[in-house]
């Protein structure tokens, strides 16, 4: 592959660019020594044609229509923002760059060339470097190794150059600034460094086309900066970059323009300075925020939940709330804030070291998820395929393994009562299916997020957890399930509601708790809570 | 940025030089605690008989490792990925006994030839077990449980149609000095065990190759998004395996003399016992060939050690069995600990 | 190979017991053995002089368990006679009296099985006399002093551990200054056997010799003595057959071992299976009959017929056999 | 539901083919095949230990799990049995403390594998050395073989009036229990959905490691059942009672359309596949060709047993996704 020798020298110089291509004077002259200044570059890039084209693509998974026909450029020494609701489609997009998936319709061109993406190699080999949204890393082995994989650099013999290697690895890792070295085994790195370990890696292609994806949602303010810094100066150096993300204060920070998809389609490109936010944020939901979400009314009660001084060590630490009857608390923070520990400890699934957890007004241990059920505790969890549903079983069964008591008599199933109670559910949740007997994993994403909340309705509980439920499902259902949520909390139920989504939840949340590396680091009421409040203490900022 | 934050830098900074520590002095931890445990076992084992010290004593424990611990360097190439080989007993008897038949044939014949033909047959064995499992996309325990049985009923069917025995008058001596011969003073078993060890060590120490079973063993999807061909190094890892069984078997025949049908049953269990205890991660990923090797070692001086105390050889199975389970507990043990004290070192920052 | 056995296995359903055609079968404790193959060879041999059926069916490794399934598919089979060397004795033994229920003759040979469970024990020598014998062999060796050990084939052996039995009747007895230090096990696996007899060597150092009164363990303690170059210097004895030890006799690593020859056993064996079968004999104590080449025997004790003396193979003898 | 149904249904019926197809040749093969004595006494006898074992083994694998230490259980339980009845001990204690044995087993893998969260795989198969190890150590250099008949005929005497050995008997009754656990109980459901998804069965207040307890200690003990049949069959208590039948065990599992993975198989298939075994490994030795055919045999099916469904999963893959993709086309 690439003989590491440039880096050493530090230039960015790409050996697989295509001869006979104007860009190469290009990217030659961004390299050599004669510095130019970005107003320079756009000089330069404009005339020049896009470096990745794609043309009406399109890609479904199972029943979801994840990419319809959009079309998308990006140029040379540009900040291209990609952004959209949770299942826009953007990941997607991505995944497609990367050689990852492959469209089920629509072209790709590179430097103007018709091009099949077939493997990750060979999108890197053109130069196209990805950071995907969840770090994909090898835990037994080291970060320099992890940066290097199938790549290491070798020695005239053939053999990896480990002296070379990490030699060359401490510096990406410098001027990335981070708090970890070539050495550290990557097993045990936050999922933020394992992201930084993934741009290290981006970097170290030399690439001249870097996908981010959603690269700040698990990182440091700091952290953020010393991302921005160098994203600026891949740009100087004419790398063209796409930048997804849902924090629209960053791109517009960072980004020259930006691109807007909603339900798989293309809404609008343009640059930064020609849109606002709030313009931004009506193409990405497709309505005025103001009623998009349904709110309904319920009196707040007594308190159901309470936590005290919770503590997990090395996960979140004196977390203390209240949750009330007919309450929806809204859980915001970033990704690896402990959101989900703490969830999961209420759950049972992990234990808490210390900490106290009252509920109803008596103090209880809740050892297991089923102690948590027989306390009246239900945990819709963020991760649907792997933690919510066994995909190859029917929607009946799914929706009554969580009361398998209730159905069966001596330990025997018994078949009608079963049948009939998850009927009444999937028509109480109206779930659009061809049957209660249908495999779940033939179902929309929605559809299946239904069966989730049937199955844990089913237990009647009295206190709801809602762990991201509306990942990655389309505005139709995210719309009902909002509806659904209210009018649970009306019915008297105590919700708490987990999300990234930061309109999502103050829309929906009567008070907001906001996690900050696994701590609390901020309680609003509906008032107060403002996007920008929220935010500033979900990165851990203080004002 | 505010003060606080560069302090909050600063303190993770620190914990993290100290995790890095910590994470490579655990992972050092299995070969140093094996020599430990080995020297441990021989001093004791020396108070009680003396004779158990001499050199040619330690020869012979090297001796009778020597061929196991060549089979135990195939096997970690394969457990490294994920995988298993149970039919390694199988092919060891295959090829030793089909290459002393061949032997005893043509007495004449090359010697090298000879070894050479084992090693081919051991490699199309391997090389079976790697198409069954990467590319019909049978698990490894179910592909090689099948050949275990598969290969010892091809061994039996062999001798059902040539000879039940190849005995030691019936091949030419050059073959048996293989495992006789000295080179400087070195017996040639010991020397080529080594040898092999060093080779493959090195491989996977400095090859593409050789890092991307750790990878494919560590993360399947990771290595795949990367562009690892999974299958392929899956497969040379078997088809590896089963070419060091072939010469493993060469061996065999020339050290027992005496081989038949059943020679070298079993012999998957000390293997994995010696890959498991030597500290390399059943579920892939991490181990070394030294480790391995290492664990060889200490069972092979254990089982002396057990002959010399005049200790019941029915302990023997038992041990083994003891040896394999303790190992993996106490890899369980290290790594959650690991996790835990990475963790708080982490959150404390 | 395997089909063409079976081919003719299923298509010669046999006519039953009583006179007419023979149909016998072999059950060795182990297929693929040399010793029982020399045995078969006899066996055959047999076969024509009394112009019979010749078959030999058994688990690939010794295992009692494992011989159950043949007997019972022989019985099915009416095969006029079953020969069996009993891997242990009971465990064989109600399928036998299954088999013997349906008239079907059962002869033992090499290993006995339950008195019950058989009509006639073919013993290939007195156990008492191999004892003896063997011991008396290595004391020449040895001029009758100094540590000896024995290693066994499979401990759970019942041959095995009688010999053993009588050898330490005849050390007691006989030879006050060869003391044995250990009975090892080599289950008939030629590395054990091979690990045990360097074992030995190590736990002791002054030891003289080595009795292996089974042929897989006298071949692997031969071995092992080569490879640490004891040859010699560790007398080794015990019963093997010629072909397996040839070298060793040669390079003097043995001196002197005993065997009966397995041929005039499985030879024998057949002999009196068929005899029964045909009706010939009725099996009682005291009965005589000639066997073929063999000449003539009579029913001791129990109902055994003894084959006579082991011969004693050495450097001067070893090429007149090849077995 | 209806796919995974109708997939499983071409499975069984796959298997009862391959019944009848093996059934007819062992008619062709040797004409004793089809007598009653073989049919009802010959070839049942002969496999009913492994009828029993695969019995727990089907549900445990089931669950996504394995036991590979079932064989060297059942020899250590055997073991035991003669240990303690040589020793003049009553027949009925000696049975009782041969089942404990096996339960002690059982949960010694099950602590194993849940409290350390090990895979099962490895435990079993470190498990698998060590029991038949202490086999060894207890019954060493002897074989107990003195059972008082009654027992012996447990094993080897047939049910009044028919040529059945009692095991038969034991068999049927645990098939009828097992079936109805698996198919119709809670329990069941419980072990489907830890098949699938361990996590999501756990995140549905599904005690995954009490139950996964339960299974090898189910396992355990009726491997010692297993063992207790094994010795009265052949009133033999040896240390290398039923060696490797783990290999037959596993297989006739898998053979039964059982997923290696878990969360996929019926009892039936398991049923029909032991029969099959049956019918192989008594055909063989009806013509007399020896064991070692016969592993090779029964190694090829287990590979076979799983590469077969592997092919036929690949072949409608790529069926459906043509399919699929002639659809979206249409689509968009
Ligand atoms: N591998 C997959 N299998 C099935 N459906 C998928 C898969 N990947 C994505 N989807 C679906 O495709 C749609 C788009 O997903 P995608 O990840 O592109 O959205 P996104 O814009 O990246 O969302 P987020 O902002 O949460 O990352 C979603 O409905 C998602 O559920
Ligand atoms: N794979 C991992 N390795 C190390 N630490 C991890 C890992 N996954 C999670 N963590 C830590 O566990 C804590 C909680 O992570 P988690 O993602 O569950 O929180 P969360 O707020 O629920 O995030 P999400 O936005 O995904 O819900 C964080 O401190 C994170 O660093
Ligand atoms: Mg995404
Ligand atoms: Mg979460």
């Known amino acids: 592959m690439y003989s590491s020798k440039q880096i050493s020298k530090g230039s960015f110089f790409l050996p697989k660019l295509k001869r006979f291509n104007p860009l190469i004077t290009i990217v030659r002259r961004a390299i050599s020594p004669v510095k130019l200044t970005p107003e320079e570059w756009i000089k330069v890039i404009k005339p020049a044609e896009p470096i990745v084209e794609l043309h009406g693509i399109s890609k479904q998974f199972g029943g979801v229509q994840a990419l319809r026909g959009v079309d998308f450029q990006l140029f040379p020494a540009e900040v291209h923002a990609l952004v959209g609701e949770n299942g826009a489609g953007k990941s997607t997009l991505v995944k497609i760059l990367a050689g990852i998936h492959r469209p089920d319709e629509g072209s790709l061109k590179v430097d103007g060339k018709a091009i099949e993406l077939r493997s990750p190699t060979q999108a890197q080999s053109l130069g196209i470097a990805v950071v995907q949204q969840e770090p994909m890393l090898f835990p037994d082995l080291d970060v320099a190794e992890n940066v ?391 990165t851990g900022q203080d004002r | ?269 000390q293997v994995i016992a010696a890959v498991v205890v030597g500290g390399v991660n059943i579920f892939g990923g991490s181990g070394t060939i030294l480790g391995a090797v290492l664990g060889a070692i200490v069972l092979g001086t254990v089982e002396n050690a057990l002959n010399i105390l005049n200790i019941s050889q029915f302990w023997l199975q038992a041990l083994y069995g003891a040896a394999i389970i303790g190992a993996v507990v106490l890899d369980a043990l290290i790594t959650r600990w690991l996790q835990r004290t990475i963790l708080a070192r982490r959150k404390k920052a | 190979g395997g089909s063409a056995t079976g081919g003719s296995g299923g298509s010669t359903p046999s006519t039953g017991t009583g006179s007419g055609s023979l149909n016998i079968t072999f059950v060795p404790k182990q297929i693929n053995n040399p010793y029982f193959d020399t045995a078969a060879s006899g066996g055959q041999q047999a076969a024509k002089d009394l112009n019979g059926q010749f078959k030999q069916v058994g688990p690939s490794s010794a295992n009692a368990a494992a011989q159950v399934p043949f007997i019972t598919s022989l019985t099915q089979q009416h095969v006029s006679a079953i020969v069996i060397s009993g891997d242990d004795p009971n465990a064989v033994a109600p399928s036998l009296k299954q088999a013997m229920a349906q008239g079907i003759k059962v002869v033992s040979y090499d290993a006995d099985v339950a008195p019950d469970a058989r009509n006639i024990f073919v013993n290939q020598a007195d156990s008492e006399q191999i004892g003896r014998s063997e011991v008396d062999l290595l004391a020449q060796q040895i001029n009758s002093t100094g540590q000896i050990a024995v290693l066994s084939a499979a401990s759970t052996a019942a041959n095995q551990n009688t010999w053993i039995g009588f050898m330490k009747q005849e050390l007691a007895a006989k030879y006050p200054k060869m003391q044995l230090v250990k009975v090892a096990y080599g289950n008939d696996d030629d590395q054990t056997s091979f690990n045990q007899t360097l074992a030995l060597l190590q736990q002791y150092p002054n030891l003289k010799g080595i009795i292996s009164p089974t042929t897989v363990g006298i071949a692997a303690a031969g071995r092992a003595l080569e490879s640490v170059h004891k040859g010699g210097q560790v007398a080794l004895t015990g019963l093997g057959t010629p072909n397996q030890l040839r070298q060793y006799v040669k390079d003097g690593t043995i001196k002197g071992f005993e065997l009966w020859n397995p041929a005039n056993l499985g030879y024998l064996a057949y002999y009196v299976a068929g005899l029964l079968a045909q009706g010939k004999i009725k099996g009682n104590v005291g009965e005589t009959f000639t066997a073929g080449k063999l000449g003539s025997f009579t029913i001791a004790a129990n109902n055994v017929v003894l084959l006579g003396p082991p011969t004693v193979f050495n450097s001067a003898n070893i090429d007149q056999f090849n077995f | 539901m209806k796919r995974l149904r109708s997939l499983l249904f071409t499975w069984e019926t796959l298997l009862v083919l391959l019944l009848l197809i093996g059934c007819v040749i062992g008619s062709i093969l040797s004409p004793y095949f089809l007598s009653g004595f073989n049919l009802e006494y010959a070839l049942p006898s002969n496999i009913m230990e492994i009828a029993i074992m695969a019995l727990p083994m089907t549900m445990i694998i089931i669950a996504g799990e394995i036991d590979l230490s079932v064989a060297s259980v059942l020899g250590l339980a055997s073991v035991t049995l003669g240990f303690l009845w040589e020793r003049g001990n009553p027949m009925w204690l000696a049975i009782g403390a041969a089942l404990l044995v096996g339960v002690v087993a059982g949960y010694l893998n099950g602590l194993l594998v849940t409290k350390l969260a090990l895979p099962s795989l490895v435990v079993t198969i470190g498990t698998l050395a060590l029991y038949r190890g202490l086999a060894y150590v207890i019954l060493g250099d002897q074989a107990v073989s003195n059972f008082p008949t009654a027992f012996t005929n447990l094993g080897f005497g047939t049910i009044p009036g028919t040529q059945f050995p009692w095991s038969v008997l034991i068999f049927a009754t645990l098939v009828i229990i097992f079936a109805v656990i698996l198919h119709f109980s809670r329990l069941g459901r419980q072990l ?28 355990g003990g009726i491997a010692a059942l297993a063992g207790i049949i094994f010795t009265s069959r052949f009133s033999s208590a040896r240390p290398d009672n039923a060696v490797g039948f783990e290999l037959d065990v596993v297989t006739v599992v898998l053979l039964g359309g059982v997923n290696i993975f878990g969360g996929r198989g019926s009892l039936l298939g398991v049923i029909l596949a032991i029969f099959i075994l049956g019918v192989l490994q008594n055909a063989l030795s009806l013509v007399n060709i020896s064991g070692d055919i016969q592993s090779l045999a029964i190694g090829l099916l287990l590979i076979f047993s799983v590469l077969g469904p592997n092919i036929a999963r690949n072949i409608q893959a790529v069926i459906a996704r043509r399919r699929f993709a002639v659809g979206s086309s249409k689509q968009a």
Not at chain 1, 384 to 392: A, P, Y
Not at chain 1, 434 to 441: A, D
Not at chain 2, 73 to 78: D, K
């Open chain 1, 148 to 538: 290097f994989m199938a790549r290491q650099p070798r020695d005239r013999f053939g053999r990896i150059d480990w002296k070379r290697m990490y030699r060359e690895v401490d510096q990406l890792l410098a001027s990335l600034d981070v708090s970890f070295s070539s050495h550290t085994p990557v097993q045990g790195l936050s999922i933020a460094e394992q992201q930084l370990v993934e741009i290290a890696k981006a970097l170290s292609i030399q690439a001249r086309v870097l996908v981010l994806d959603e690269p700040t949602a698990a990182l440091s303010a700091h952290e953020v900066d010393e991302l921005f810094a160098i994203v600026k100066q891949l740009r100087e150096r004419g790398v063209a970059i796409l930048f997804v993300s849902h924090r629209l204060d960053e791109v517009f920070a960072i980004a020259d323009r930006l691109t807007v998809f909603r339900d798989g389609t293309h809404i609008i490109t343009t640059p930064v300075s020609q849109i606002t936010t709030e313009e931004t944020i009506k193409h990405m939901v497709g309505r005025e925020l103001s009623n998009f979400f349904p709110k309904g009314e319920a009196e707040i009660g007594e308190v159901v939940l309470e936590v005290r001084h919770l503590t997990r060590p090395g996960v979140f630490a004196d977390v203390n709330f209240q949750l009330h009857r007919g309450e929806i608390l809204g859980f915001a923070g970033l990704m690896g804030a402990g959101r989900t520990e703490v969830a999961r400890v209420l759950f049972g699934i992990d234990q808490a070291a210390n900490g106290e957890i009252w509920l109803k007004g008596k103090q209880v241990r809740i050892r297991s998820p089923q102690q948590a059920m027989n306390y009246g505790i239900a945990y819709v969890p963020e991760d649907r395929h792997q933690q919510g549903l066994i995909m190859n079983f029917s929607i009946a069964t799914n929706i009554t393994l969580s009361i398998l008591q209730k159905v069966s008599h001596l330990g025997l199933i018994n078949p009608n009562q079963e049948q009939q109670i998850a009927q009444e559910y999937a028509n109480q949740l109206s779930i659009r299916t061809s049957g209660i007997g249908q495999l779940v994993n033939a179902l929309s994403g929605g559809n299946q997020q239904k069966v989730v909340l049937s199955k844990w309705l089913a237990t009647n509980p009295s206190v709801l957890i809602l762990d991201e439920p509306t990942r990655g499902i389309d505005v139709g259902a995210k719309a009902e399930v909002h509806r659904i949520t209210s009018d649970l909390a009306s019915r008297g139920l105590a919700i708490i509601l987990i999300s990234s989504e930061l309109p999502e939840v103050l829309a929906m949340a009567d008070r907001v708790v906001v996690l900050h590396e696994g701590s609390i680091s901020g309680t609003f009421t509906r008032s107060e809570a403002t996007q920008e409040r929220v935010m500033f203490a979900a």
């Open chain 4, 192 to 219: 489907y959905a830890m098949g699938n998804n361990k996590e999501a069965a756990r995140f549905s207040g599904i005690n995954v490691n009490r139950i996964k307890l339960i299974l090898f200690v189910l396992s």
């Open chain 2, 1 to 269: 940025m505010t003060t606080t934050s560069q302090d909050v830098e600063r303190t993770r900074q620190r914990s993290h030089v100290n995790q890095a520590r910590l994470i490579s002095r655990v992972s050092r931890v299995r070969e140093s605690g094996l020599l430990i445990a080995l020297i441990f076992i021989i001093i004791v084992v020396g108070i009680q008989a003396p004779r158990f010290l001499s050199v040619d004593n330690f020869v012979q424990i090297l001796l009778s490792v020597a061929i196991l611990a060549i089979v135990a360097v195939g096997e970690t190439l394969v457990v490294l990925t994920r995988n298993v080989d149970l039919s390694v007993g199988s092919m060891v008897g295959f090829t030793a006994f089909v290459t002393a038949y061949f032997f005893k044939e043509l007495p004449g014949i090359n010697l090298l030839l000879g070894i050479l033909l084992g090693c081919a047959l051991g490699l199309i064995l391997g090389i079976v077990n790697g198409l069954i499992v990467s590319f019909g996309r049978v698990p490894a325990i179910v592909a090689t449980l099948g050949t275990l049985y598969a290969y010892r009923g091809l061994v039996f069917i062999t001798a059902a149609n040539t000879t039940s025995q190849v005995n030691a008058s019936d091949v030419p001596a050059g073959y048996l000095a293989l495992a006789t011969t000295q080179i400087l003073g070195i017996p040639a078993l010991i020397l080529i065990a080594a040898i092999i060890a060093i080779i493959v060590g090195y491989f996977l120490r400095s090859s593409h190759a050789g890092r991307q079973l750790y990878a494919i063993g560590s993360n399947p999807d990771a290595a795949n998004v990367i562009g690892i061909r999974k299958e392929r190094l899956v497969f040379g890892a078997f088809a590896a395996s089963g070419l060091l069984c072939g010469l493993a078997g060469v061996l065999w025949g020339a050290r027992y003399a005496t081989v038949d049908a059943t020679n070298a049953t079993g012999l998957e269990l």
